[in-house]
C-alpha cells in the first residue's frame, strides 16, 4: 500500500485543517493507518490512528480533544480533522498503514506541511 498526504498550508492559530491521506491497493481497508508528524528539528511522533473497521482511533495526548481521524475504505482515503491548532502543530505530517500492530508502518509518501501562525 502506498499513501499520499495532503491538504497541508498556512493557517493561524485557533483555525482548522482537514488533512487526506489518498491509498492505492486493494487491500488498504483492512489495514491500520497513522498519521506522524515531524516538526523542524524534532523527531517524527505519532499523531493518530484508526484501524481498518473504523472503530478505536487513538491519539496522541497533545491532540486529543482537537484532531479526528476518520476513513473511507470505498474512497481508499483517510483524513485528519484538526481544530484549535496552535504554533506547536506546526509540523509536515505524514500518513502510513500496517496489515497489523506486530507490522511496522509502512507506504511512507511525501508529507504536507502545516504551518500554524501565532
Known amino acids: 500500500v502506498q499513501l499520499q498526504a495532503s491538504g497541508g498550508g498556512l493557517v493561524q492559530a485557533g483555525g482548522s485543517l482537514r488533512l487526506s491521506c489518498a491509498a492505492s491497493?486493494?487491500?488498504?481497508?483492512?489495514?491500520?493507518v497513522g498519521w506522524f508528524r515531524q516538526g523542524l528539528g524534532k523527531e517524527r511522533e505519532f499523531v493518530a490512528s484508526?484501524?481498518?473497521?473504523?472503530?478505536?482511533?487513538n491519539y496522541a495526548d497533545s491532540v486529543k480533544g482537537r484532531f479526528t481521524i476518520s476513513r473511507d475504505n470505498a474512497e481508499n482515503t483517510v483524513h485528519l480533522q484538526m481544530h484549535s491548532l496552535k504554533s506547536e502543530d506546526t509540523a509536515v505530517y505524514y500518513c502510513?498503514?500496517?496489515?497489523?500492530?506486530?507490522?511496522?508502518?509502512?507506504?511512507w509518501g511525501q508529507g504536507t506541511l502545516v504551518t500554524v501562525s501565532s
Open positions: 484508526i484501524r481498518g473497521s473504523g472503530y478505536s482511533p
Open positions: 502510513a498503514a500496517r496489515a497489523n500492530w506486530k507490522m511496522p508502518y509502512d507506504g
Open positions: 491497493g486493494r487491500i488498504f481497508s483492512s489495514h491500520t
